[in-house]
């Protein structure tokens, strides 16, 4: 595996193998040793053309508990911001000898472009790009999954994930679809029609308008943000009615199976798809996701930065 | 391919080391025994079960995996990372004794003191392993060792145990040349 694109590229058990590593690197994390020797003399170059918080901390922190070397390199304040185009801002990293970038874009379809270019030789990553995928939020949603509902399985087989709200322009909710239903989670998208991406009865999951008649059945809510920034048009009628029909409250989590958890990639709009009350109860998820978010990322970066594909067996 | 150690060879093997371990160590008060992954984990087990009935004392033994902490990354297959268990009691002022299965080029060591010195620092570290090939890269000697078998570099080693391979046995795979 040399780049992580989107999740339609991996196979089950690769993507099994990079939760499995992240078990194994969180219990590191977990102990006494918080820096690993890994990837010692290594750089990665954090290229956000978008702006992220938790993604490029995300990764930074991955990357310097490895000990690789971390460059960030953010539009704002930089050449991009001149109109440098993405090929000679890939030019420049390769100049410097990048070994891996880890790249957020707003155009769908930029990492994936950065990859297929011979403009640089390295790795890359995909920390999303436009409305098109984030497959390392995918992958440490289904770990955090895995670790509270798996029952000690390496798959999610048998358990079912609600995934609600501002399908469209959510790219987390693409490569979510893709990944839990791989690893053989049923998966039903709650949105409004408006919210919907053309083609959705394409993908692995299937489609509700109404939220009541679903969350009572679900192991997993997993919550989106409604992305007014990506929101040319009126796509429902004002923010109540919106939260009325969509948002999870505390009334609405009352009719949550017992032991289901509540999720959600951030940042969050407290008050409009997640009431505050949800967000800090206890069957919320989310700080962890946060927490377990290093670890999957460091997982990412060892297997693509340790030449060849993943074999088993230890020593 | 040739049998270098039955499975009563090797039992013979660990007693010995065994009591060769707590004849050093005065005893087993001070010893914590870290095994390998994936085979000396098991051997480093069987060591602390052994030493428990000659002495009568529960053996702090756990598991230390050194893929992280390996030279030869950017040049291999990333391999599948195992668990690290350390004892409760530590490793802080403490005889390690570190058990691997084969012992070849020194290197899979080198990392294994490497990972040691992030969790604590031992008294002393001491090595046993069920078989020495030879053919060593770096300045590291055994300070237990099962059986030493003369091997050619070409040649391979196999160390199946009944844990995970149903049987034990030491093989050697390949001419001599």
Known sequence: ?315 | MSVALSAPDIKRALTRISHEILEKNQGASSIVLLGIPTRGAHLAQRIASIISEIEGVEISCGTLDITLFRDDLRLRAPKAIMPTTIPPSGVENRDVILVDDVLFSGRTIRSALDALGEIGRPRTVQLAALVDRGHRELPIKADFVGKNLPTSKSQSVRVLLSEIDGRDEVSIEGEAN
Do not use: C
């Open chain 1, 1 to 315: 595996m040399r780049h992580l694109l989107s999740i339609a590229d991996l196979s089950k058990i690769e993507a099994i193998s990079i939760l499995d590593t992240a078990n194994e690197l969180a219990r590191v994390s977990d102990g006494a040793v918080k820096k690993l020797p890994t990837l010692r003399g290594r750089t990665i170059v954090n290229l956000f053309a978008e702006d992220s918080t938790r993604t490029r901390i995300s990764f930074e922190a991955a990357a310097k508990r490895l000990s690789a070397d971390v460059i960030n390199f953010s539009a704002k304040g930089s050449s991009v911001s001149k109109g440098e185009s993405l090929k000679d801002t890939a030019m420049t990293l390769q100049a410097m000898g990048a070994d891996a970038v880890v790249i957020r874009h707003s155009a769908s379809g930029a990492a994936q472009r950065l990859a297929d270019s011979q403009w640089m030789s390295g790795s890359v990553v995909n920390a999303g790009d436009g409305t098109h995928e984030h497959p390392s939020q995918a992958l440490l949603d289904a770990f955090t999954i895995r670790k509270h509902l798996g029952l000690g399985k390496s798959d999610l087989e048998g358990l079912s994930v609600a995934i609600v709200g501002d399908v469209l322009h959510s790219r987390v909710a693409r490569s979510n679809v893709l990944l839990l239903a791989k690893l053989g989670a049923k998966v039903t998208l709650v949105a409004p029609p408006t919210l919907l991406p053309v083609g959705v009865e394409s993908w692995p999951a299937s489609v509700s308008y109404d939220f009541d008649s679903v969350i009572p059945f679900v192991d997993v809510v997993m919550m989106l943000r409604v992305q007014q920034e990506r929101m040319t048009e009126m796509y429902f009628p004002n923010a109540r009615e919106y939260s009325r029909y969509f948002g999870l409250n505390s009334d609405r989590m009352k009719s949550m199976k017992p032991g289901a958890i509540v999720m959600h990639p951030g940042p969050m709009n407290r008050g409009l798809e997640i009431s505050a009350e949800v967000a800090d109860s206890s069957r919320s998820v989310i700080t962890e996701q946060v927490t377990n978010g290093v670890s999957v990322r460091m997982a990412i970066l060892y297997v693509l930065l340790t030449g060849g594909s993943l074999e088993a067996g230890g020593n």
